[in-house]
């Protein structure tokens, strides 16, 4: 082997150990960031007891993801939730609060901000369109692929339920009516259609498109 070969070998050999500590790295914070999603979402959502839950299963896994997870966080987020900063934000966020949307299937209870920007999509979900206020109409929310938010709606199938409780505990009741994959710039298409009375949509896990689940609303 030349003393250029064995240079280039080098340098090969370096760039895959940087590329596999850049994948680490990627790996560690999206794990931090999704802990912290759900810690945020979990924080506005006691804020906002006073809304009572539709199903005793979903009481339940709230109960026990809190119990059991809390704990294992406490630790490496002590300061992040002791930080009178980092209170004042989750208030803010929960005086964004409008309602709150639960997915019995996926297990899921999370308070739904008014504001939809990349910052409040790091604390819950999000109106997207539509009003959400009240007696939704025409509603979208949006949300980051999270293991404790959107992750996971794809596997939703048409008939599956899920509810949105407005602020003074009122209770919408939603089946779901399809499930599409829209790409990422196509926001027409997104909010079009009057076959559905609220969307569920996120990343797909390429980034390049998104999973649209359509609700339609049931007495």
Not at 109 to 127: G, K
Not at 158 to 163: K, M, V
Request: charged residues 25%.
């Amino acid at each position: 082997m030349t003393r250029m070969n064995r240079i280039g070998s080098k340098i090969l050999m370096g760039l895959g150990v940087l590329l596999f500590v850049m994948a680490c790295l990627a790996y560690l914070y999206n794990i931090r960031a999704d802990r912290q999603a759900e810690q945020s979402a979990r924080e506005i959502l006691n804020r906002m007891s006073y809304i009572e839950t539709t199903t005793e299963t979903t009481t339940e896994t709230t109960i026990k993801t809190a119990d059991a997870e809390v704990l294992d966080t406490q630790s490496e987020n002590s300061d992040r939730v002791n930080s009178h900063a980092q209170e004042d934000k989750i208030e803010e966020m929960y005086r964004q609060a409008i309602g709150v949307l639960e997915i019995p299937k996926l297990e899921r209870r999370l308070p739904v901000l008014d504001i939809c920007t990349p910052e409040s999509l790091q604390y819950s979900v999000c109106r997207y369109a539509g009003e959400g206020i009240g007696k939704p109409q025409s509603l979208v929310i949006a949300g980051h692929n999270y293991k404790s938010h959107f992750a996971g709606i794809h596997q939703l199938d048409i008939g599956d339920e899920a509810a949105y409780i407005d602020l003074e505990g009122q209770i919408y009741h939603y089946r779901v009516s399809a499930v599409e994959t829209v790409d990422g710039k196509d926001v027409e298409r997104m909010l079009s259609g009057d076959d559905w009375d609220m969307t569920l949509f996120t990343c797909d896990y390429d980034r390049m498109r998104r999973v649209a689940i359509r609700l339609q609303q049931y007495d």
